[in-house]
């Protein structure tokens, strides 16, 4: 997969890194170390990020090797480095939101997630590549395991990086696919919480009802370890619902009831899967062992789910993005300023009633979560694509999260040598039960859960 093999610092996931550095076998400053040295040699081919001080990023370390030293109260990340997406503004890096327009656009305050991060002691080791404006106008990432290939989009940098060992976890967003296709393309996990579970203060909205802040990782118990350093309450987004932010409890407490059944649903969109990825999910499917799995339809109404979630993406860039574009005609994409367009034509009456069936498809949903532990899915079309133009379609994706579901990807799958990912779907507000089922398919296949 990779032509310089990582040394084992790099391999260590965050979890694995932490018991390391709390029995002393390991200082902040190795682990960060290791992590520059790898970036050193495999970014200028792979492209995963945007913005790196190596000098503050070792100061970070050497202060969380110093409070260790002296026994004073640590954070759950404390010395462990941190990729972050260049939508999520940080006071130390430039945020350019993936656009020639921003360049050099430095934020004064950090995005709450990012507070969140350095509250629990982790090393912000730079900003990661995103696609333009967090949509589908690629950067410069490449597929660690294909260089001619996409990394996917639109965290592209984050999902390269962490599948390329420069970093143990990285946080990603997702407004339609943007988390969950990168970590099938890249073959690492992706993880989107529930709908409202992380604030997005200080994070460039595309469209309010949708955008979503997760993460990637190479461990299920490492984004349940991320998502609760990040998810304190933020009264700042109204969007936010109250939760018990300790997931990595209630994944450990799932982990004790392994999953008795799981709905094999293949969407609206199964038709516009290769064949090969649709052979693939099959088999997996009827071969899992210990669970019952049973294809699932999804209930009337489903027909039209994936334009709905367009009719409100398209409809808040319009919203949002259109002054950008009217402003620089030629300095945005030809494919940005066409859904600007597309959005300005779907009227307030259209985008209303997709937003008001938002519930009411989700509520549907209820029956098949009441017997099920969770859904399983296609996590994308196929494998990552050649050529670095497109960065892969979300039809896979969007329609979970326009019913605001937690989701994640899988790496158990492989077609013709490249990954690809199982997405696994959960009820909204039961992600633990979610990563609890997670947990249990990596340890099924053999793999680091």
Known sequence: MHETEPDGLVRL????????????????QELVGACLKRIAERDPK?????HLSNEAALAAARASDE???????????????????????????PTELGSEIFAGRQPTEDAFVVSELKASGAIILGKTVTTEFAFFGPGKTRNPHDLE???????SGSAAAVADFQVPIALGTQTAGSIIRPASYCGVIGYKPTFGYVSRTGVL?????LDTIGGYARSVDDLALLIDCISGFDTADRDMIGHDPQLMSAMQNAKSRPPRRLAFVKSPAWAQGDEKMRSAIEAFASRLHGVEVTETELPAGFEHIIRLQQIVQFSDIARNYGPIADAHPDRVSEKLKDVIAEGRSFSATSYEDARSKQEMLCEALRPIFVHNDAILTPAAAGIAPVGLQSTGSPMFNGLWTYLKLPCISLPLLSVDA????????GARGDSGRLLGVASWMMKERGLRA
């Open 67 to 93: 409070r260790r030293a002296r026994g004073k109260t640590l954070g759950a990340l404390d010395g462990i480095p941190v990729g972050v997406k260049d939508i999520i503004d940080t006071k130390d890096f």
């Open 205 to 209: 909205g595309q469209s309010a009802p």
């Open 46 to 50: 792979i492209g995963a990020w945007a």
């Open 13 to 28: 996931t965050a979890v694995e890194a932490q018991k390391a550095l709390a029995a002393g076998d390991l200082t902040s």
């Open 418 to 425: 490249m990954p690809l990912g199982v997405q696994l779907v």
């Open 149 to 155: 290939r996409t990394p996917g989009g639109s965290s």
